[in-house]
Nanobody, 125 residues
Framework: VQLQASGGGLVQAGGSLRLSCAAS????????VGWFRQAPGKEREFVAA????????YYADSVKGRSSLSRDRAKNTVYLQMDSLKPADTAVYYC???????????????????WGQGTLVTVSS
């Protein structure tokens, strides 16, 4: 499975972006799709995840209430809508796939097997 993350860019604080994660060479069935981010000088951290089959979503506290996940089955794509962006949201955002997920593993990046190349989000103050 190859993942293509896109949608990053430069936005002012308070603005919005929608990130996309498209899969090729496979599908998301029986999988979960997660978003992680890595800010300069910091470790990569969990942002949000969705279980493809059920649509169940999981969010980090830092983005809860400001972000929402959705999926388009026909396009085999997951979207991360991010609103009320803050400078602290500046990071490279990666999407990844976890196969046969269970609730307890959805936030664990070590369990994700396939990773996209990342898309840069820069939020200016």
């Amino acid at each position: 499975v190859q993942l293509q993350a896109s949608g990053g860019g430069l936005v002012q604080a308070g603005g919005s972006l929608r990130l996309s994660c498209a899969a090729s060479g496979g599908t998301f069935s029986d999988s979960g799709v997660g978003w992680f981010r890595q800010a300069p000088g910091k470790e990569r951290e969990f942002v949000a995840a969705i279980r493809w089959a059920t649509g169940a979503t999981y969010y980090a506290d830092s983005v809860k209430g400001r972000s929402s996940l959705s999926r388009d089955r026909a396009k085999n794509t997951v979207y991360l809508q991010m609103d009320s962006l803050k400078p602290a949201d500046t990071a490279v955002y990666y999407c990844a796939v976890i196969v046969r997920p269970i609730t307890s593993t959805m936030r664990s990046q070590s369990r994700y097997e396939y990773w996209g190349q990342g898309t840069l989000v820069t939020v200016s103050s």
